[in-house]
């Protein structure tokens, strides 16, 4: 049912909705199967996993260097073993303990499987191994890897996962789209990152020229911090607590086919009604 080699079609169609580490508030923590649950009752269309790796290398869907806020852990699960993982559990927003634990990457997989896509984060970082859980649960075409810009990036994604739909993160100017095209790889298309309206990225023009290459552009209007803008300020809070139409309805108006939200059901909602 999801299946990659049509991603172009669907993001052309209509703008896929994907929800940043699931769907997450009070007591569900982001990042947890509960959270991956919720975003798929909320119909969105691609799920966005963070990806860690234990000292004894097992992977699991957590988010590095988030181990103190959300686990109260002062080490990272890197330098844990498995059996230390999963002793741990997460707080909630109140900061207040909870029973959900880690869950490995092999759970996440199997509840999302012919569900969504899954967009796969930090995929860079462990990428042989996040490559061989995909590939032993044959969702090679249900998700989308990233990973930054650079010529030992595009390497490895040519080396060990050519198959798979590939979107490098692009700050303000793309300088890499016509030589992946050109590479073994299956070029999906950009994650455009940009602080100002008037970068490169942020452009109807080249939002315009990707399409007529075959491939599509994603936006963020999440906010993991906000002294770091990543869409030029066009984003969730200011669409949930001021105009909506100046920051998701922009994003949409420049033309982008994907839409990174914390607030799966709210955009959903707002997309909806612009089409009445």
Not at 146 to 156: E, Q, R, S, V
Not at 205 to 233: F, Q, T
Request: aromatic share 10%.
């Amino acid at each position: 049912m999801f299946n990659t080699d049509t991603l172009f079609e669907e993001g052309r169609v209509r703008t896929l909705i994907a929800a940043h580490r699931g769907v997450s508030s009070a007591d569900i923590p982001c990042n947890t199967l509960a959270a991956y649950g919720i975003a798929l009752r909320q119909k969105a269309d691609i799920v966005e996993i963070d990806v860690a790796r234990s000292r004894d290398g097992r992977l699991y869907v957590f988010h590095p260097g988030m181990e103190r806020p959300h686990l109260h852990s002062a080490r990272m699960i890197s330098e844990m073993t498995a059996a230390e993982v999963e002793e741990l559990r997460f707080v909630n927003q109140d900061d207040c303990p909870t029973p959900f634990r880690v869950n490995t990457l092999d759970e996440a997989l199997r509840l999302m499987k012919d569900r969504c896509y899954i967009n796969v984060d930090k995929f860079w970082e462990h990428m042989e191994e996040i490559t061989d859980r995909i590939r032993f649960h044959g969702m090679e075409k249900q998700v989308i890897v990233k990973t930054p810009c650079g010529p030992d990036y595009f390497d490895a994604v040519e080396r060990i996962a050519p198959d798979f739909a590939y979107m490098p993160m692009i700050w303000r100017k793309d300088e890499v789209s016509d030589e992946l095209l050109k590479r073994r790889i299956r070029y999906a298309g950009a994650e455009a990152l940009f602080d100002s309206e008037d970068d490169p990225v942020a452009s109807a023009e080249y939002i315009r020229e990707m399409h007529a290459k075959g491939l599509l552009v994603w936006a963020n209007a999440i906010v993991y911090d906000y002294k770091a803008v990543i869409s030029a300020g066009h984003t969730d809070d200011g669409a949930l607590t001021g105009n909506p139409d100046e920051h998701w309805g922009w994003l949409l108006d420049r033309g982008f086919d994907i839409l990174q939200t914390d607030w799966c059901a709210m955009l959903q909602a707002y997309i909806a009604g612009r089409s009445r």
